[in-house]
């Protein structure tokens, strides 16, 4: 059962076998390179979609239940320790992006939440979310995925446990550390108000993210059907042993959500790049982009910065090398 779940309702290779079958209708022959490309390209786009769609709907849906204010009030009433792990958890089922999650690390840090707490909430969202467990299920298995989801959360808690140690109030902008939280009375929402609203975020999500899919897939393509797989072994596969740091490097300027580099990550895989090369490549996208790093110098100082890059690096390519020497085990 657990097979047919992950092959035929995550996976879709009944879709995969659909599209070949009207190509080779259409007279293209799925095995030469560019039939392949097109193959690849219309399955990857279709899934990756439907997945999408079902799965923001469900994040949005959940979200509606964990408003900023709410959220807020869970965390006030947790310590130390355990305080980081319940912001890392929440960070799986609030904020899909890490530009997102940016504004909801400034009001938990408004509020007066230590700066460990959220700084565990910060680190996670964009890593582990929801969508990225399924996602990741669809395309490397549970096992994998859940291991995936696991380490992030390990390397949210423990990011944010170093920086509490720290000791770094000062280095958060005066604006924030010194603004007055405004606590808002929760809003009663009706399922109609929360299933309209889910239906929005994915209308939403779908026109930001779908110019995204449509590259991701399209180098995918080129990749799996295009790049000789003693290259990608050379350079990501056993005889680099530096392949993790360079994937992470090469995430890092990237700004997408796990939908956009889902296909370039399946498709280097598929060629013969190592299991941690891969993830750490998939976490550096998306914990790291440029842009979210932009946002969040607007709201803490330069030595906070590189502190919390330097903690996210270390631990994507810690996460990497971990997946790399045990990937037997998946």
């Not at 709410?70 to 319940?86: N, Y």
Request: with cysteine.
């Amino acid at each position: 059962m657990g097979t047919f779940i992950q092959a035929q309702i995550l996976g879709m290779q009944w879709l995969k076998t659909l599209i070949g079958k009207m190509l080779a209708a259409a007279g293209l022959d799925i095995e030469s390179r560019i039939g392949g490309s097109l193959n690849f390209f219309l399955y990857d786009v279709i899934k990756i979609t439907i997945l999408l769609f079902v799965l923001i709907f469900l994040i949005s849906y959940i979200q509606s239940y964990f408003p900023p204010e709410r959220s807020k009030i869970i965390l006030s009433h947790c310590k130390g320790f355990s305080a980081r792990i319940i912001a890392a958890l929440l960070g799986t089922v609030t904020a899909f992006c890490s530009c997102s999650s940016i504004p909801l690390f400034m009001g938990f840090t408004t509020a007066g939440l230590p700066l460990g707490v959220t700084f565990s909430f910060l680190i996670s969202s964009p890593m582990v979310d929801f969508a990225s467990l399924i996602l990741l299920a669809s395309i490397f298995g549970w096992k994998i995925a859940l291991a995936y989801v696991v380490l992030g959360l390990v390397v949210a808690v423990t990011g944010g446990t170093i920086i509490e140690r720290l000791h770094m109030e000062d280095q958060v902008a005066d604006f924030i550390r010194n603004g007055k939280s405004i606590s808002l009375a929760e809003e009663k929402i009706s399922q109609k108000q929360r299933l309209v609203s889910a239906l929005q975020s994915v209308a939403s999500t779908l026109k930001k993210v779908f110019p995204y899919i449509l590259m991701s897939v399209a180098v995918g393509a080129v990749i799996h059907n295009w790049i000789p797989e003693s290259w990608i072994i050379s350079t990501l596969g056993k005889k680099n042993p530096l392949g993790v740091i360079l994937a992470v490097f090469a995430g890092i300027p990237m700004y997408s959500e796990i939908f956009g580099c889902i296909s370039i990550a399946e498709s280097l895989l598929a060629k013969g790049a190592l299991l941690g090369v891969v993830l750490s490549f998939l976490m550096a996208v998306t914990t790291l982009s440029l842009p979210s790093l932009i946002m969040l110098k607007k709201v803490i100082h330069t030595k906070l910065l590189v502190i919390f890059v330097s903690i996210c690096v270390a631990g994507i390519i810690l996460v990497g090398y971990f997946f790399n020497a045990f990937q037997a085990l998946f």
